[in-house]
């Protein structure tokens, strides 16, 4: 198998975006995960003539691993768990209710400032497309469905360009439509099948959802 499948995000989304587009969602709004997934997003956005959107949730570490997702949080008070993971890592209550406090906090402050760019834009009675760069686990993605669910959407559509076989299938048990480009397998991590994978930086998100047009509704 090629190891680079995508040149880069850009490219990725213009990819994505075209298989997107054949579902035909009615009145979609797309919506990146800040931070790798926002360039994706805009691709597929400007693929559906679709407004673009964030969806703002936090990977919960457990403590002494925090690249290991014991869950996440999203705003609106959203909050999935992986309770496989928190038995296997032997997190306590008091330890797992410090790690929440400290990336709701961190959420907040993000929220704080995207919200200031891009005003949220409504999703009650629509189809909303959640686009990231990719998956691993799939923690992150699942919290931004629970978002998109109390937001009242119609129809939650996940959009990825890459992600491991298994939870592909575990996301169509949550999503009502799960779109992804390759499922590789072995999988290793998100950036092995990106030939550029630079880390996104805040301003570039903000740049992003700045000059992108806003929704005339």
Known sequence: MNRHLFADRRTAGLRLGMEVAKSEFADPV???????????????????????????VRKLGVPNQPELAMGAVGEDGALVLNHGVIRYAHVGEHELRAVEARERGELERRVE??????????????????VDDGIATGATIRAAIQVARVCGATTVAVAIPVAPPD????????????????????FWS??????????VSSAEVVDILRTYPAADR
């Open 167 to 186: 939870v592909v299938a575990e996301l169509r048990a949550d999503a009502d439509t799960v779109i992804c480009l390759e499922q590789p397998d072995p």
């Open 113 to 130: 400032t995207l919200r200031r760019v891009r005003p949220r834009e409504p999703l009650a009675g629509r189809a909303a497309v959640i």
């Open 190 to 199: 998100v950036g092995t099948w990106y030939r550029t994978f630079d880390a």
């Open 30 to 56: 797309v919506l990146g995960l800040p931070r790798g997934g926002v360039p994706v997003a805009a691709a597929v956005a400007r693929a559906l003539g679709a407004p673009l959107d964030v969806i703002v």
